[in-house]
């Protein structure tokens, strides 16, 4: 199993709600990624997860609250979000932070906040 | 500061080759990588470089020159489902992949 699965495929949400991303992978990898990109520009690293810790918080706004309940999920959590945080949102993951060859990317939640 | 530099745009033919450039400035080089990101769906992984020299994988080939801060995509055959923009991102001294902008390749019959 190579694949990095994400629900749901698309969200509309008001400024609001509160709803959640979802990430999983069985690749037996430990380190896991958020990023937030937006139409023609590269991914922006979010968050990273190593060994199910938080490693790495760029700056994030805390109406983004990542969580890692276990070496295969990823959750990202949402509330009181802004129309500018509209974007697609990619979880990715590695064998290590570091180590191994490339990142797989899931294939994104589409995110449109009204 | 980090920076990566490639093309915004490129056009070429179908069956033709293209040659995607990416220039770096980082704080230290852990691996250069290319992805394909066709629109509205995430990044797929087409090569690795950490070594001096040509990577090759088929149709698609990846050169890397870690003293000059260059490396290139070589994509033959091109077919149209080859339209789609190609990222070149650098390991940096932290981990961390630096993502360049992305070249949109346009492949026209």
């Known amino acids: ?16 709600n509160k709803k959640s991303l979802k990430c999983e992978q069985h690749m037996g990898h430990r380190a896991m990624y958020w990023y937030k990109q937006k139409a023609k520009k590269p991914p922006e690293l979010m968050f990273v997860y190593s060994y199910e810790k ?30 500018e945080d509209s974007a697609l949102y990619l979880c990715a993951s590695s064998q290590q932070v570091g180590a191994g060859r490339e990142q797989f990317f899931g294939p994104g939640t589409r995110l449109t906040v009204l | 500061g980090q920076n990566i530099d490639q093309p915004t745009e490129m056009t070429a033919t179908e069956g033709a080759i293209v ?7 980082t704080s230290g080089f852990n691996g250069l990588f290319w992805y394909q990101q066709h629109a509205g769906e995430a990044p ?6 950490v070594l001096d020299g040509l990577e090759e994988k088929g149709r698609f080939s990846s050169f ?30 932290n981990y961390q992949l630096i ?11």
């Open chain 2, 64 to 93: 890397l020159s870690r003293s000059k801060g260059y490396s290139y995509l070589l994509l033959k055959e091109l077919q149209m489902k080859d339209s789609a923009s190609y990222l070149c991102a650098v390991r940096d001294s």
């Open chain 2, 19 to 25: 040659q995607i450039n990416c220039t770096y400035q």
């Open chain 1, 54 to 83: 938080l490693s790495i918080n760029e700056s994030v706004p805390s109406r983004f609250s990542p969580e890692c309940p276990n070496s295969s999920l990823l959750n990202l959590h949402l509330h009181a979000l802004q129309p």
């Open chain 2, 99 to 109: 993502w360049g902008a992305g070249t949109k390749l346009i492949i026209k019959p």
């Open chain 2, 44 to 49: 797929t992984f087409l090569s690795y470089n």
């Open chain 1, 1 to 16: 199993d190579t694949e990095v699965t994400q629900t749901p495929k698309h969200l509309v949400m008001g400024m609001t």
